[in-house]
């Protein structure tokens, strides 16, 4: 089963007219992209764009086959000529399915925002799922039959779409993820395809075609990825972002609470509130063992730093005299725990990590010390990191 897909783009394509934002700016050659239209084996359209007849001109296609033209979404833009010899554009109920004399089958798929998706499936028994912009699907099973050879869907938009995907049964590792709807709040290339490695899809032009069932060589997700940063230089929300396709989640906070602290209690509850609902936060500094258990969900660590902070306080450390005594000793003991941890986990894990020192050296003696120490944590566990970033003014470096 082959699809071709006529635009890549929102519902208004890339670049928005007249907008002057740098995702605009850069949406030249390859990045622009039209509407999203997909055509199936030259016998299905889904979602009527303009300039189509066009676009699959570009393509290679030809429209003249068409059996089923199939609207997604609702269309709030100006009205789109239909090409003369086609079929009506149509709108099919949620689980409706409609067999075609060319042996395709066609179900709609009830999504949690208006629209439709639709689930397509070849002679020959291959499976394809496309979803409408900003959608999800509805009311999937727990365990889905078996998983789509290839889906469409808003993967920048909607991250949790593909974590629904992936907790019915409907992805699997051999599913071919494609983000499709992809608008101005995207960012750029090549930006626009790491992060979408990390959540296990990728990016491709207007005028591609795609055949369901091949191999696809995306990135593997890595296991353990550190993201390195300064203050709000973007690394949190880069793990949590990583993170926003999965399933389920173990968020593991361990900055702890802080008493007649009113701005870190603010800061707590707006890390709190935008955690998707599906997240099982742990407050705790024992890391160790979560990272031991191989069987449970991906872990996201925030932060190392301040995992630091208590274990120098509960080993006395920012005292010269107790360094010296021991403390020191008891510090880079946790430290090697930690680290032979990470090495060995089996669990998909992100961790932040601050990086301070970088030119400032501190006037005490213990501010100086938790500097070295936490240099020490980060580069010992960079090196037993399959992926590394280093975060500064929202921008990814690439460390590993």
């Not at 928005?16 to 030249?28: E, F, K, R, T």
């Not at 789109?80 to 109920?93: F, M, S, T």
């Not at 949590?240 to 603010?266: H, L, Q």
Request: a negative charge; charged letters at 20%; one cysteine or more.
């Amino acid at each position: 089963m082959e699809l071709t897909l006529l635009g890549t783009g929102g519902p208004e394509g890339l670049p928005l007219p007249d907008c002057p934002c740098a995702s605009c700016a850069l949406a030249v050659g390859a990045g622009a992209r039209a509407a999203t239209a997909v055509m199936v084996d030259g016998v299905v359209l889904i979602d009527l764009t303009p300039g189509v007849a066009l676009a699959a001109a570009r393509a290679g296609q030809s429209l003249g086959a068409l059996r089923l033209m199939l609207l997604s979404h609702p269309h709030d833009g100006p009205a789109v000529e239909i090409p003369a010899g086609l079929p009506a554009p149509a709108r099919v109920p949620d689980g409706q399915r409609l067999p075609l004399i060319t042996g395709h089958r066609v179900e709609a798929v009830a999504t949690d925002a208006p629209g439709t998706g639709y689930a397509v499936e070849s002679p020959d028994g291959l499976r394809a799922l496309y979803l409408p912009p900003g959608c999800a699907p509805a009311g999937l099973a727990e365990t889905h039959p078996e998983p789509y050879d290839l889906v469409l869907l808003d993967v920048v938009g909607r991250p949790d779409a593909l974590a629904r995907l992936r907790a019915a049964g409907a992805v699997a590792s051999t599913t071919d993820v494609v983000a499709v709807h992809i608008g101005h709040s995207a960012p750029p290339q090549p930006e626009l395809g790491r992060r979408l490695a990390a959540l296990g899809a990728r990016a491709v032009p207007d005028g591609t075609t795609l055949v369901a069932g091949d191999y696809q060589s995306v990135p593997d997700v890595p296991r353990r990825t550190l993201v390195l940063g300064g203050a709000r230089s973007g690394k949190s929300a880069e793990a949590e972002r990583r993170m926003s396709a999965y399933p389920e989640v173990v968020y593991v906070a361990t900055g702890g609470t802080r008493e007649g602290d009113a701005d870190w209690a603010r800061r707590v509850a707006e890390h709190r509130e935008r955690r998707p609902a599906g997240w099982r936060t742990e407050e705790t500094l024992d890391l160790v063992p979560l990272l031991a258990d191989g069987s449970g969900p991906p872990l996201l660590i925030d932060c190392l730093g301040l995992w630091l902070t208590h274990v120098m306080d509960a080993a006395g450390a920012w005292d010269d005299e107790a360094w010296r005594d021991g403390a020191g000793r008891e510090v880079r003991r946790r430290t090697e725990e930690l680290t032979l941890a990470w090495r060995t986990t089996r669990r998909t894990v992100v961790a932040v990590s601050n990086e301070v020192g970088s030119g400032v050296v501190p006037a005490h003696a213990s501010g100086r010390r938790f500097r070295d120490e936490l240099g020490r944590l980060n580069a010992s566990v960079a090196a037993e990191s399959e992926h590394v970033l280093h975060f500064v003014a929202g921008l990814p470096q690439l460390l590993r």
